[in-house]
Structure formats: structure tokens, C-alpha cells
């Protein structure tokens, strides 16, 4: 499994684009890029799921470069309900039926 | 999606005692995974449990610790045996659909605290 590394934690305030940005050097030619989002006591919810170049919904973008080493999320006008920890996951989806490994995450704080 | 019930969702216990926490989802589902998360900390992978079979455990965690059992595709349950302070932790439940992007939920957690 591909290691990640992301930034520890971030601060932004009401009304900002956020851009989380992940390294994964080790990232598999099957591999694809998952975020997910934790809030306090949840368990962590999918955000979105990218393999190449950009993917957006309704929630976020993803963006993958070309040589996939690496991935931005970007939380377009955050609010204060988007603060909590951020996951960057690499791994071959949801088809091998592997476990989620997770690493340290970031953990976001927006302000007013 | 499918939706995930664990019970308790807290519990305080003393030491030397064991808690069992049951994990319930509304669909079928082949895997099933138990994580801990400890305070201020990531997730970690306890083991994986399929139905059918025996669950596969991850280095540092033991059956003997924490005994999984799956009797149908749809339940699970773990117990934290032999409690120490140490096992105070946030325990998840999470499901695999194949079906969807991303594929995996979780459950809400179940926060127990040793004393």
C-alpha cells in the first residue's frame, strides 16, 4: 500500500478555498486517491475518489497530476462545519475489498 | 447507502472486564472491518471479518484480545477482553459495498473509556 503524507493540520477562515495537498511517490499503477472526512465522534465519511487529472462533486474537487504522485483536494467557500480531520487514502478502490490503512490525516480548523 | 448501527455508543467499564460491541448494517455485506481509534489519533485496523471465516487479525492485535465474531452477513461483534486503561478508545465498525464509489462507511463508534 502506498504511503501518504499530508500536512498535519490547516487553519482558514469562512468564505476560503481550502487545498489539501497529499503525497504518494509509491502510488501503484491500480491505485486510485480517496479523501475522506472525520468529524468528532463519527466515523470517517468518503468525500470523493479520483484515479487521474480532476474530479469534482458536489462537495470537493480532486486534483491528480500526471504523474499521480501526488493529489490536491480543494474545498471551495469552507464554513466552520467543514472543520475536521482529512484523510488522504491510496489503494486499488473499493474492488479488492483490502482495508482502509489511514495515515496521520490533516486536521482542518476554519474560523469566522 | 447502506446504514450502520453500533451498540453502545459509549460505555464506561472497569478494569479486568470485557465489553462486547455489535455492529449492525441494513444490507448484506461480505466484509467487515473493526478499526480503534485512540485519542487525538488515527484510525488503526484491528482485523477483518468475513463471513464464514475466521477473522484475520492485524499485527499487535490477538483473538484472545479481542474476539470477533460474524454469524451472518449482516452482524458482527467485537469484544475488547481483560480491559486495561490503555483499551480506552474510540471502536468503529466499517462495511465494504461494492457497488459504490468509495464503497466503504462507517460506523458512528463506540467510545469506550477503562478506569
Known amino acids: 500500500l502506498a504511503k501518504t503524507t499530508q500536512p498535519i493540520s490547516m487553519d482558514s477562515y469562512e468564505g476560503q478555498e481550502v487545498n489539501i495537498t497529499c503525497s504518494h511517490n509509491?502510488?501503484?499503477?491500480?491505485?486510485?486517491i480517496t479523501w475522506y472526512q472525520q468529524f468528532p465522534s463519527q466515523g470517517p465519511r468518503f468525500i470523493i475518489q479520483?484515479?487521474?487529472t480532476k474530479v469534482t462533486n458536489e462537495v470537493a474537487s480532486l486534483f491528480i497530476p500526471a504523474d499521480r504522485k501526488s493529489s490536491t483536494l480543494s474545498l471551495p467557500r469552507v464554513s466552520l462545519s467543514d472543520t475536521a480531520v482529512y484523510y488522504c487514502?491510496?489503494?486499488?478502490?473499493?474492488?479488492?475489498?483490502?482495508?482502509?490503512?489511514f495515515g496521520k490525516g490533516t486536521t482542518l480548523s476554519v474560523s469566522s | 447507502s447502506a446504514v450502520i448501527s453500533q451498540k453502545p455508543s459509549r460505555d464506561i467499564c472497569q478494569r479486568g472486564t470485557s465489553l462486547t460491541i455489535q455492529c449492525q448494517v441494513d444490507?448484506?455485506?461480505?466484509?467487515m472491518f473493526w478499526y480503534r481509534q485512540q485519542p487525538g489519533q488515527s484510525l488503526t485496523l484491528i482485523a477483518t471479518?468475513?463471513?464464514?471465516?475466521?477473522?484475520?487479525?492485524e499485527s499487535g492485535f490477538v483473538i484472545d484480545k479481542f474476539p470477533i465474531s460474524r454469524p451472518n452477513l449482516t452482524f458482527s461483534t467485537l469484544t475488547v477482553s481483560n480491559m486495561s486503561p490503555e483499551d480506552s478508545s474510540i471502536y468503529l465498525c466499517?462495511?465494504?459495498?461494492?457497488?459504490?464509489?468509495?464503497?466503504?462507511?462507517f460506523g458512528s463508534g463506540t467510545r469506550l473509556t477503562v478506569v
Open positions: 479520483g484515479y487521474k
Open positions: 444490507s448484506q455485506v461480505t466484509m
Open positions: 471479518a468475513n463471513q464464514g471465516s475466521e477473522a484475520t487479525y
Open positions: 466499517s462495511v465494504l459495498l461494492h457497488d459504490r464509489v468509495g464503497g466503504y462507511t
Open positions: 509509491n502510488i501503484a499503477t491500480n491505485d486510485y
Open positions: 487514502l491510496v489503494g486499488d478502490g473499493n474492488q479488492a475489498g483490502t482495508a482502509l490503512i
